[in-house]
């Protein structure tokens, strides 16, 4: 069975602070896909990166990065200089070669707080 | 624009009602999805449906009902034997044949429904 653990519920930093957020995932397929979602006020989950099982290369997105290890089972995501737009839960969120029409596990979600 | 779209954003419902959930995207996806979400948790698969014409339950179908008779749409049923449907209910869709994004979730803006 898939299974995304975000140990997090809530993270509170002061912009400018950078945030670390952590996902560590179980799963026994040798493919398998990692996501993250930001959620804002709004409600809507908003897209922020793919991950498949065989690139372990480290991604930066403007202010976002990733870190995927597969040797602790951990796909971690940072932003730097945070921002009050940061605001948002954040889902971390597994698809395996098991669920091919792309079943998500989802991770309890991680509230992010960026004060001024 | 290309997109999903959820109606209506608040729904109310009294207890004992059968009530619908629209979900329409114009992305061409093939696969369409619904998940239900609580305070302070993670999104649970009600329904998802690969092809027109086709569905299968998720984890939490019990109390709910889908139909898919076209490609962009794929309402949600939320009928009278569930036993707690005030949540927050979200749409989704992928293109899992598709040549890039291969099975990520693009998500609608949500409908909160609320039992009296």
């Known amino acids: 069975a898939q299974k995304v653990t975000q140990a997090q519920t809530e993270i509170s930093v002061v912009e400018k602070e950078d945030v670390t957020l952590d996902c560590v995932y179980e799963?026994?397929?040798?493919?398998?896909?990692l996501f993250w979602y930001k959620q804002p006020p709004s409600g809507e989950l908003v897209f922020l990166i793919r991950r498949n099982s065989f690139d372990e290369q480290n991604e930066i997105s403007g202010r976002y990065s990733w870190n995927f290890q597969k040797s602790t089972s951990s796909f971690n995501f940072t932003i730097t200089a945070s921002q009050v737009v940061d605001s948002a839960v954040y889902f971390c969120?597994?698809?395996?070669?098991?669920?091919?029409?792309?079943?998500?596990?989802f991770g309890a979600g991680t509230q992010v707080v960026v004060t001024p | 624009d290309g997109g999903i779209t959820q109606s209506p954003k608040y729904l109310f419902r009294k207890e004992g009602q059968n009530v619908t959930l629209s979900c329409e995207q114009n992305l061409n996806h093939d696969a369409m999805y619904w998940y239900r979400q609580d305070p302070g948790q993670g999104l649970r698969l009600i329904y998802y449906?690969?092809?027109?014409?086709?569905?299968q339950k998720g984890d939490i179908a019990e109390g709910y009902s889908v139909s898919r008779e076209k490609k962009e749409s794929f309402p949600l049923t939320v009928t009278s034997a569930q036993k707690n449907p005030t949540a927050f209910y979200l749409c989704?869709?992928?293109?899992?044949?598709?040549?890039?994004?291969?099975?990520?979730?693009?998500f609608g803006p949500g409908t909160r429904l609320t039992v009296l």
């Open positions: 989704a869709s992928s293109n899992p044949g598709g040549s890039t994004s291969t099975d990520t979730q693009y």
């Open positions: 799963t026994r397929d040798t493919t398998y896909y």
């Open positions: 449906s690969q092809i027109v014409n086709d569905f």
């Open positions: 969120a597994l698809s395996g070669e098991t669920d091919s029409w792309g079943k998500l596990q």
